[in-house]
């Protein structure tokens, strides 16, 4: 199969994800500058969200750079993956609308969860493709951030329950983690180090 469809499909669907959130900030009537002063919280959980957006496009940007070929089980892998990245508009939504109340920004903690497992899940299936050397098995089998972001988050959500702007800040903090892609495999990929991409 040729991953270049599913390469088009996804950065189509990233695209429409940052669009529809961008969507949900409604400019004030009022024409003083503090009237914008309400929306920062608005504001600033759509940065959060477009900058997970940027970073898993980012990341499934070499993820799939790195893949030499796909199957009908990394397709359906991906639309899971798409699936729950699709989601996080509408959490965001409803984090916004609530003014960070606890239950949204614990649902919305539960929406990164599964993107960031989705992934996860992307990931081994790739694995399962490849061979043992390929360059994304070598690198990308040990999942320490995907780990690491999925305990976090598993700490977070009920954190929220008690302390909903805690569990946002460390939602910032999951979204630092994987700011840069995983610095071997893009290491990798600058050098075109293409004969080990297997």
């Not at 991953?3 to 949900?24: N, P, Q």
């Not at 614990?106 to 299936?125: P, Q």
């Not at 702007?165 to 994987?178: D, G, N, R, T």
Request: aromatic residues 16%.
């Amino acid at each position: 199969m040729n991953k270049s469809r599913l390469e088009a499909f996804s950065d189509g669907l990233f695209a429409v994800v940052i669009t529809i959130m961008v969507l949900e900030l409604n400019a004030p009537f009022d024409v003083t500058i503090t009237s914008l002063a309400p929306l920062i919280p608005v504001f600033l959980s759509y940065v959060l969200s477009f900058v997970y957006g940027a970073i898993f496009w980012i990341n499934h940007h070499h993820l799939l750079a790195a893949t030499r070929r796909v199957n009908s089980a990394v397709l359906w892998a991906n639309l899971n993956f798409l699936f729950w990245l699709s989601l996080v508009p509408f959490f965001t939504s409803w984090v916004d609308e609530n003014h960070w109340a606890s239950m949204p920004v614990a649902a919305y903690g539960a929406a990164l969860f599964m993107v960031v497992f989705s992934y996860r899940i992307l990931e081994l299936v790739l694995f399962r493709l490849h061979d043992a050397d390929a360059l994304i098995v070598r690198i990308l089998r040990p999942g320490h951030r995907e780990k690491i972001s999925m305990v976090l988050f598993l700490l977070a959500i009920p954190i929220a329950f008690y302390q909903p702007f805690v569990s946002m800040l460390m939602y910032i903090f999951i979204a630092a983690i994987w700011f840069w892609p995983e610095p071997g495999l893009e290491r990798a990929l600058s050098r075109k180090d293409i004969c080990k991409i297997k």
